[in-house]
């Protein structure tokens, strides 16, 4: 199975359904950050501490699959020079949008989050890179690409998934979560029942990485891991255990 192609297609889709993390921001988000009120999240609930970035106006800024106008909008909208590269045609189209709308300037870019091979070496002093690699089987290769687009100094920000969430199963959101499956988990792997009750109709594939992967992954592709958090989830697994991490680590 092509994962890439496949995931595209279901992320265009989320779209069309309004997944909530495809629904850009309205226009009064970007007024009040080109007025310095402004936040966002890297995971579900919590929003990334303003200490974690750098100074913002005319930084050059990869949102690394981070399309659906959300995190873009208001960074460009503080100032930053702001790429969006993401899998999905729609998503990017998303951010196209709220740039028309209120007058930002934003580079869409549709590509692979493991190949950056379009940008060269040093391009970024900020790379934002939210919840996403959980749809790549394979994650090292995102830390090597960001190790090498991000200029020295630069600041990688990134959330996601706390592996343990992918041990779980239930059969509704009632249902308090049980331990299920293997690790690592490949939702190709799963039946046609399964993937539907846990992906959805419509849902795209999902991967689980290790800790060292997520994590000494970007320490092995040369990044300092300065600070991370862990977040809640309003999914059943979230009554039980953090369901994110977030990290942010900087190229030396």
Known sequence: MDVRAYNRERWDRQVESANEWTIPVGPEVTAAARLGEWSIVLTEKRSVPSDWFPSLPGCDVLGLASAGGQQGPVLAAVGANVTIFD??????????????????????????MRDLSMFPDESFSLVFHPVSNVFVPDVRPVWKEVYRVLKPGGVLLAGFMNPAVFLFDYDDEDDAPRAHYRLPFDSRTLTDEERLRILGE?????????????????????????????DDSRYPIGKIMPSYIATRAVKQ
């Not at 899998?87 to 580079?107: C, F, H, M, Y």
């Not at 849902?203 to 958090?229: K, N, V």
Request: net charge negative; glycine share 10%.
């Open 202 to 230: 419509d849902g795209p594939l999902e991967f689980s990485h290790s800790l060292a992967d997520l994590i000494g992954g970007q320490l092995d592709a040369g990044l300092r891991l300065t600070s991370m958090y862990e």
């Open 87 to 112: 899998n999905s045609p729609r998503q990017l189209d998303q951010d196209r949008k709220v740039a028309e709308r209120d007058g930002l300037t934003i580079r869409c870019v549709e590509g692979d």
